[in-house]
């Protein structure tokens, strides 16, 4: 079935640093891929998708490519701010339904 | 504007007493769903619904149930929560499943405790 897999743990970084966030996917056919984004005390919010292979979603400084040939979505971005802190979703659409990672929590610390 | 409501955002409750958590989003959506979100296993589907009166489980629907009587609502009943369905609690809508493309939209969550 559908699956998707995150990075495991949480990551911590300085403001101004380089943000990378790993996503792989197992899923027949060409699903969607999407990122959402859950600030503190908050429901999740799309971040970014993308539709087809090479597609590059992007917003509010993240991007993340759709790599077919390496069943991926990995999230970037160039340089984080304190306000990027929230935990991130990698998820693919299939089968009637949003599969989702397990998340990953990001502390930007000033 | 826009938007998914649930209801109550914080409930604690004793082991066997039925609840209700309330749904509702004003978008005309199609699809409608409720997810549970517990440390280290993400958020996983309870039941979803793909119209009124069209209901099916997701991954985790022991001790749930649903109903879809109208398009906006879309409550979630424990009919006797136990402890292990304490847990933080998500509704969601998007226009339809038929497109892959388009966004689901979240509530804003119930925090549950069952004692």
């Known amino acids: 079935g559908n699956s998707v897999t995150q990075m495991e743990g949480p990551v911590t970084l300085s403001e101004e640093a380089f943000l990378t966030i790993n996503c792989t996917y197992t899923a027949t056919g060409y699903p969607s891929l999407f990122w959402y984004v859950q600030y503190p005390g908050e429901g999740l919010q799309l971040l970014l998708k993308?539709?087809?292979?090479?597609d590059k979603g992007s917003n509010k400084g993240f991007e993340a490519t759709y790599r077919k040939e390496t069943t991926s979505f990995h999230l970037e971005k160039g340089s984080v701010q304190v306000s990027d802190s929230a935990v991130y979703f990698c998820?693919?659409?299939?089968?009637?339904?949003?599969?989702f990672g397990k998340g990953n929590q990001v502390v930007v610390i000033p | 504007e826009a938007q998914v409501t649930q209801n109550p955002r914080y409930l604690i409750t004793v082991t066997g007493k039925k609840l209700t958590v309330t749904c509702s989003q004003n978008m005309n959506h199609e699809y409608m769903s409720w997810y549970r979100q517990d440390p280290g296993l993400g958020l996983r589907q309870i039941y979803y619904?793909?119209?009124?009166?069209?209901?099916d489980k997701g991954d985790v629907p022991e001790g749930y149930k649903v109903s879809r009587k109208e398009k906006r609502n879309f409550p979630l009943i424990l009919e006797s929560p136990s402890p292990n369905q304490t847990s933080l609690y998500f509704c969601a809508s998007r226009l339809t499943i038929a497109d892959p493309y388009n966004e689901q939209f979240f509530g804003p969550g119930t925090r549950l405790t069952v004692l």
């Open positions: 619904s793909m119209n009124v009166e069209v209901t």
């Open positions: 993308a539709t087809k292979a090479d």
């Open positions: 998820a693919l659409n299939g089968n009637n339904r949003l599969a």
